[in-house]
């Protein structure tokens, strides 16, 4: 199973959870593009978190700023066609840079990753004043490209209305919830990783 990670936001959560998915699946992780926050990346959280093989990344950017403003203030271009599945037996958890129409370059967007890899979606979600409205565009946005939406995985504190709303209008099932955890480690990512495997058997 090869699965892709995004967000309806930027600090979504995205890497707790994909060390939780890459746990879960006992899979190898691996970001595309880093910006900033070089010594202490997402792939060190994930191998720290989930003690899973981390493949490098494409894009290693030492601005933390969207990809397509990192890479040019470091006279870089991100071009999508660099970024290439790495070669793995394993099951492979893919996780995004921000939001999904964060540019990489003039024309291109994160959510270009998962459509030309061919990759099935979860969309890490969380629960704030206009996370509705983010969460059912970017389900739409994966639509119209025709990105398959395994399901939502709420991050922080729950909602029932807005997340029972949400799967009913757009009828992608819930998968897990997340609570706002103060110290994210080893153990907590075992403890979240056991609830979501038995959801994820039937991708396996």
Aim: net charge positive; with cysteine.
């Amino acid at each position: 199973m090869k699965v892709f990670v995004t967000g309806i936001d930027t600090g979504i959560g995205k890497t707790f959870i994909s060390a939780i998915l890459t746990k879960a699946l006992n899979a190898d992780y691996f970001k595309p593009i880093q910006c900033g926050d070089l010594e202490n990346s997402d792939s060190h959280k994930v191998y720290k978190w989930a003690k899973a093989f981390t493949h490098p990344e494409t894009f290693r950017l030492k601005t933390p700023q969207s990809p397509h403003l990192a890479a040019s203030l470091e006279n870089q271009r991100i071009r999508l066609e660099d970024i290439k599945i790495p070669v793995t037996k394993n099951h492979l958890v893919i996780e995004g840079a921000g939001g999904l129409l964060v540019p990489l370059n003039d024309k291109e967007y994160i959510i270009d990753i998962p459509k030309k890899l061919n990759l099935p979606v979860i969309l890490v979600c969380k629960n704030y004043l206009g996370s509705l409205n983010h969460t059912l565009l970017a389900i739409e946005a994966l639509n119209e490209r025709g990105i398959k939406i395994l399901g939502l995985i709420f991050n922080g504190q729950p909602n029932q209305a807005s997340e029972d709303f949400l799967v009913k209008r757009s009828g992608v099932k819930k998968l897990l919830n997340v609570n706002h955890e103060e110290i994210i480690d080893e153990s907590i990512v075992e403890k979240y990783s056991t609830l979501l495997k038995p959801r994820l058997e039937k991708w396996i």
